[in-house]
């Protein structure tokens, strides 16, 4: 099968073709000249690659012959060390009927007690390779990274593997929206379809309609937005839309969503992007189907609910005001880590999305209290209807805790003004009463020990320095006003840590982390710690 790969040293390349080293399919680059080089003989191909991994910007001793992205992702390679590519049927053919490669032999060992390698035989393996290999059955075909620039001849194709569902093309050299459009056609079962690193081209007008396809994957592969709205013709039943890294920064088109394109659509992943303005989320809050909106790892600083909010009054063109239309009305997950958010007044904005229970706001300044964000059980009691809270579930008792917590923080910080609690804390006295949480009031000398002792909460405080060993937990009944600075005074009297300095955690119930207790002014009613908390005591490094 290796003689049929195209790899002939008479093989002209074309700018903007994509290629790969011969022997190497996984390091993916974009030709970018074809010519003499001054002072080196023959003809030669100037690559600009992917992982920015080659020798120079695209210039040699002061001769510019190509722009690389970047001063080390270009460099020169001859003819007959660069491959144009193979077939998906010759792809095909070289994953499910060739030899194992030696990558893939190597991982089919496991280590001795004695650490050698011992070969593993799959129980069942046998079958399982020649069912692989009667094409006719295939449902799900992966050929990731082998180098597939086009198809071959549709007719073959088609009759190879007439009823494949899902196909992955992850990372190879398919580059023409035409062969996209070709293969799905020719293709009629095919729903799911991955092309996944493959620098597709700008220009995506002409494709025919894709009935059949529901899932398409588009992560790395350079589209804008505008590309997206040229395919959404196209597109009539896609239910799953995957653009990840394509540092797309604006929602250019709101035509995608007034004139009914991606009816069915109801997962779009935007995630890694470059989205900093909340105003192009919003454009996409008439998708009535839309239940899932992934945008992890953007720009944004700010969100809000159109409608409630200021800057929705720019936004009539999107018809938020009429009864019959409800922004973003099927909702369900909304996931936002890694932004910039850092105001509580975008949290509260979440309870505005009339069907919001899973959310993610992990890695933003609001929910680190680091860096003046707020702990879990805070975003919890704001939240009023979430279910799940970055990847943990939210349980009736986690919620109930959170909320009786969180009122009782309020109550100690802003109980002489009313309207401050009411402005800055929009649930405070509907969970006040719900909970039947009472004010407290000034006691008379008689009351003093009572009051007193109602001021003490009870903390657990576990020791886990290095150092020191494993040692009991110790439960100590300490005044709500006592500070960080305090508490750390006192671990190191209790777990003998004099030599360094220690370093508190607070550890909370659904929280996969502790989160790191650094303001020493800050007291523990200031930080919302009950009888219910657990205080973790490490060592500096």
């Not at 959404?232 to 035509?255: A, D, V, Y």
């Not at 009870?458 to 009944?477: D, F, H, M, R, Y």
């Not at 007291?523 to 009950?530: A, K, P, Q, R, T």
């Amino acid at each position: 099968m290796q003689g049929s790969l195209r790899e002939s040293p008479s093989e002209a390349f074309k700018l903007d073709q994509r290629a790969h080293p011969a022997g190497d399919s996984r390091r993916v680059g974009t030709v970018k000249y074809v010519g003499p080089v001054e002072g080196h003989g023959g003809t030669w191909v100037g690559v600009d690659w992917d992982n920015g991994e080659g020798k120079h910007n695209g210039s040699i001793n002061g001769v510019r012959y190509f722009r690389a992205k970047s001063e080390k992702s270009g460099s020169f390679v001859r003819i007959q060390s660069l491959s144009g590519g193979i077939s998906l049927l010759e792809a095909l053919y070289v994953r499910y009927r060739g030899e194992a490669t030696k990558e893939e032999e190597d991982d089919m060992y496991v280590l001795s007690t004695s650490n050698k390698r011992v070969s593993v035989e799959l129980v069942g393996m046998d079958k399982i390779q020649d069912k692989l290999s009667r094409f006719e059955e295939l449902k799900a075909v992966s050929l990731p990274h082998l180098g597939v620039s086009s198809l071959g001849e549709p007719c073959k194709i088609s009759s190879t593997i007439p009823n494949l569902k899902e196909l992955d093309l992850t990372g190879n050299l398919l580059s023409e929206w035409k062969d996209v459009g070709l293969l799905c056609e020719t293709l009629p079962t095919l729903a799911v379809l991955n092309l996944s690193n493959n620098l597709m081209r700008k220009n995506a007008t002409g494709m025919p309609k894709l009935h059949h396809l529901r899932v398409l994957v588009l992560n790395n592969t350079g589209i804008s937005w505008e590309q997206v709205d040229m395919l959404k013709g196209s597109l009539p039943s896609i239910e799953e839309l995957h653009l990840m890294g394509n540092n797309i920064s604006t929602i250019e088109s709101g035509s995608s969503f007034i004139d009914g394109s991606f009816d069915s659509l109801r997962l779009l992943n935007l995630e890694n992007n470059s989205i900093a303005d909340w105003e192009e989320i919003v454009k996409l809050s008439q998708l009535r189907s839309l239940e899932q909106i992934h945008l992890n790892k953007n720009k944004l600083k700010r969100i809000f609910y159109p409608g409630n909010d200021s800057i929705s009054r720019k936004l009539n063109e999107y018809d938020i005001h009429n009864e019959s239309f409800k922004p973003f009305q099927n909702l369900s997950c909304l996931l936002l880590g890694g932004n910039c958010i850092e105001d509580l007044e975008s949290l509260d904005s979440l309870n505005y999305f009339p069907e919001l229970v899973d959310i993610r706001l992990s890695e933003n300044p609001i929910t680190d209290p680091a860096k003046g964000g707020v702990p879990r059980f805070v975003q919890v009691a704001r939240l009023a209807r979430v279910e799940v809270l970055n990847g943990s579930e939210v349980r009736a008792r986690e919620r109930k805790e959170s909320e009786i917590r969180y009122v009782r923080l309020v109550m100690s910080r802003h109980g002489d003004n009313p309207e401050e609690m009411k402005r800055l804390h929009p649930r405070f006295m509907e969970l006040k009463d719900f909970h039947g949480i009472e004010d407290e009031r000034p006691s008379n000398a008689a009351a003093g020990p009572k009051k007193m002792s109602s001021g003490l909460k009870s903390i657990t405080l576990k020791c886990i320095a290095a150092s020191v060993g494993e040692k009991p937990l110790q439960t100590k009944k300490l005044p709500a006003t006592t500070t960080i600075g305090k508490l750390k005074l006192l671990c190191e009297s209790i777990f003998n840590l004099k030599s360094t300095g220690p370093k508190l955690y607070l550890q909370e119930e659904g929280s996969p982390l502790p989160t790191l207790l650094d303001d020493e002014m800050a007291s523990l009613v200031d930080l919302g710690i009950d009888s219910s908390s657990i205080i973790l005591i490490d060592e500096e490094s």
